[in-house]
């Protein structure tokens, strides 16, 4: 578990003791939360004190954000810095440990937290935009708040939607388990019990296979063997036919169901960064190939109906145009 370190509490004690402290910049060192640098304030104008930050912020590496914004308390704000081309596993670290951060720290001192993929972001046009939603939603709860982006990230994970996907180097960040790439090599080659799901094991940073022994052979079955309070990554080998067609296809769902909670919801962040690299190890390294992928909330969604139709879509039929009668005839 990643934790604040002495040093980091201290410098921040500073910052809300001195008020000549702008800000403070942290980072995730060997499984701590430590400084980078404090920053002085420039000038008493907030939106001028901004641009001491330009020089650190990486295209490449992600970074805490701490700021004194207001006058009155809570004084300051925390933004999470994490580029899109920044590795696999940092981002799930910066991701995953962001509220750790702000509950170490203690939360009242935060009258706002952020989370930015561009530098863009912390400028002073930046914090205006921001300003400028913020006023328009309805005050949201810091758990809202992190579930909105989860939504997010699952958004700018999602292939094929138009949102730039997730930046994933060719190797991959978190390695998948042994064994679980054993039973997607089964899958592949119709071994085995034809259904394989996988989970992220945030403390051992790596994807996991989850024991089951269930051998399902209907949709039904198979989304009954998924969990409805954690995310997972489900391949399923499926047989049907339909109007005399036989398939033999696998099947990948993707389930993030909505369990409350800080610690569920910090878990929930990590599964869009690693779905796109989940699907590729799949492909490449288990010679899986996956023929629909379902990409749901609740396991329930899913259904038969919902999967044949995406498996055997029905052919549009044209109607002809009709010339319209002339009035009176």
């Known amino acids: 578990m990643t934790l604040a370190s002495q040093e980091l ?8 003791a001195d008020s000549s402290l702008f800000g403070l910049l942290a980072t995730i060192d060997k499984e701590a939360l430590v400084p980078l640098t404090t920053l002085p304030k420039s000038s008493s104008a907030f939106s001028d004190n901004l641009s001491q930050l330009a020089p650190h912020l990486k295209p490449d590496a992600a970074l805490y954000v701490i700021l004194r914004r207001y006058d009155d308390s809570p004084r300051l704000v925390i933004a999470t810095y994490v580029p899109d081309s920044a590795k696999v596993r940092q981002k799930m670290l910066f991701a995953s440990s ?20 561009d530098a863009d972001e912390l400028s002073a046009e930046g914090f205006d935009k921001h300003d400028r939603h913020t006023e328009l939603e309805a ?10 982006e989860v939504k997010r990230a699952e958004a700018e994970a999602g292939a094929g939607t138009g949102i730039r996907e997730i930046h994933l180097s060719k190797t991959m960040s978190l390695p998948v388990a042994p064994d679980a790439l054993e039973s997607l090599k089964a899958l592949g080659k119709e071994e085995g019990n034809g ?7 945030p403390q051992a940073e790596s994807v996991e296979l989850v024991p089951d022994s269930s051998s399902p052979s209907s949709i039904s079955e198979a989304v009954n063997a998924i969990s409805t309070s954690e995310p997972r990554f489900t391949f399923f080998r499926y047989k049907c036919s339909q109007d005399g067609v036989d398939k033999n296809v696998v099947l990948f769902f993707y389930t993030n169901p909505e369990t409350p909670g800080t610690k569920a919801i910090k878990n929930r962040m990590l599964y869009p960064l690693m ?6 190890a799949s492909s490449t390294e288990a010679g899986v190939e996956v023929e629909k992928k379902f990409e749901v909330e609740e396991p329930s969604e899913i259904t038969e109906e919902s999967v044949l139709s ?3 879509p029905k052919a549009e039929t044209k109607t002809a145009f009709k010339r319209p009668k002339r009035p009176g005839r």
């Open 310 to 312: 995406e498996l055997f």
């Open 9 to 16: 509490v201290s410098q921040f004690n500073n910052l809300l």
């Open 195 to 201: 259904f394989v799901m996988l989970k992220i094991n």
């Open 275 to 280: 779905k796109r690299a989940v699907l590729t």
């Open 139 to 148: 005050p949201l709860t810091e758990e809202e708040r992190t579930l909105g």
């Open 98 to 117: 962001r509220l750790t951060l702000v509950r170490e720290l203690g939360s009242e001192h935060f009258r706002d937290t952020l989370f930015v993929t």
